[in-house]
């Protein structure tokens, strides 16, 4: 099983009090399941994804309209959240489903009620 969580899920983020909840809500989930369904060899892992290149991540200004409301990060803040990323960039949405690829393959057979982090190693 692999759920998917978030950084805001581990640590908090302000302003997202219904968002970090619901994804520490699924690491919790997740951890019991590994201790219940371990027996039978089940493994339950969660990825929490940093931030990873999308069409609500990317800049406010390049005008994606959802539902038609112009979606995205102004370049200002999203600039000063890249800074804060070691790597000193976003992720890849093949970087994120990497990290999937990998707990659903044999090379993580015995990893079990873990949360991988996928964040260029942001750790706030």
């Known amino acids: 099983i ?3 969580s978030s950084g805001s899920g581990v640590r908090g983020n302000m ?5 970090s909840s619901a994804k520490a809500g699924v690491i919790g989930f997740t951890k019991v399941v590994a201790k219940e369904w371990g027996q039978f060899n089940i493994n339950s892992n969660a990825v929490a994804f940093g ?6 991540t990317r800049p406010k200004e390049e005008g994606t309209v959802i539902n038609g409301e112009v979606v995205g990060i102004p ?3 999203r600039n000063m959240l890249i800074n804060g990323i070691p790597q000193k960039r976003v992720g890849s949405a093949e970087e ?3 990290s999937i ?5 044999p090379l993580s057979n ?3 009620g873990q949360v991988l982090g996928v964040n260029g190693g942001s750790l706030t």
Do not use: C, H, P, W
């Open 101 to 105: 690829l990998f707990l659903a393959s």
């Open 15 to 19: 302003g997202q009090a219904n968002y």
């Open 2 to 4: 692999i759920n998917v």
């Open 51 to 56: 931030f990873i290149d999308t069409r609500l």
């Open 110 to 112: 015995y990893v079990n």
């Open 75 to 77: 370049e200002k803040v």
């Open 96 to 98: 994120a489903a990497a």
